[in-house]
């Protein structure tokens, strides 16, 4: 359907955002289009939530990065090895 097609596209562009933000440091607005995203009720998958993880990691916000793989797992979101590896970066830094 057109709406279903829709909210894909829109899934897709906001990762491109966040992937974005993580690029030039701003993860803030990274968190910031994730929780936009959850609140229009836009199911968040996997390649959403690891470019918001890799944001923190390269904003050095280690607990962030924990705090949205925790969140994966409850929404059961499946984490991958990218995610993983983002938070362990993270929480090197």
Not at 30 to 59: F, N, P, Q, W
């Amino acid at each position: 359907s057109l709406q279903h097609h829709n909210l894909e596209q829109s899934v897709y562009h906001a990762s491109a955002a966040i992937t974005s933000c993580g690029r030039v440091c701003e993860w803030g607005a990274a968190l910031h289009i994730l929780l936009e995203m959850a609140s229009a009720r836009v199911e968040l998958d996997t390649i959403t939530y690891s470019a918001a993880v890799s944001a923190c990691e390269k904003g050095a916000q280690w607990a962030r990065a924990l705090m949205l793989l925790a969140e994966m797992a409850s929404a059961r979101v499946e984490l991958n090895t990218i995610t993983y590896n983002a938070a362990v970066s993270a929480s090197e830094k």
